[in-house]
């Protein structure tokens, strides 16, 4: 995506080198992520949206981890996870096509 920062994309280079994400690295970005929303209220001040938005992915985040510890519980066979990967995949890729087409009207 080419609307992101060196540092960010330095730090998704790093995260991902490997082919997987650690706990620390999802922390890291998680902090990271927390904090440059936080440089963007304190430059432009609160803005509903803006802390809405952080807030919904906050909560889509958990709904994402609760819906794939049920799948898990489930004891799926292998078709059903395979299921659940493509459907939880489908719907990060919409929401990242999406940010990518709202970034561009900036």
Request: charged residues 25%.
């Amino acid at each position: 995506m080419p609307f992101i920062s060196q540092s960010l994309e330095d730090m998704l280079n790093e995260v991902y080198q490997d082919g997987s994400v650690s706990f620390a690295e999802y922390k890291t970005l998680r902090d990271d992520a927390d904090c440059r929303m936080q440089n963007l209220i304190n430059e432009f001040g609160c803005h509903n949206n803006i802390t809405a938005f952080q807030k919904a992915m906050d909560v889509a985040m958990q709904l994402l981890q609760l819906s794939v510890l049920d799948a898990k519980k489930a004891k799926l066979t292998d078709m059903g996870e395979a299921i659940v990967r493509d459907a939880i995949t489908a719907q990060v890729e919409y929401l990242r096509a999406g940010s990518y087409l709202a970034l561009r009207l900036l």
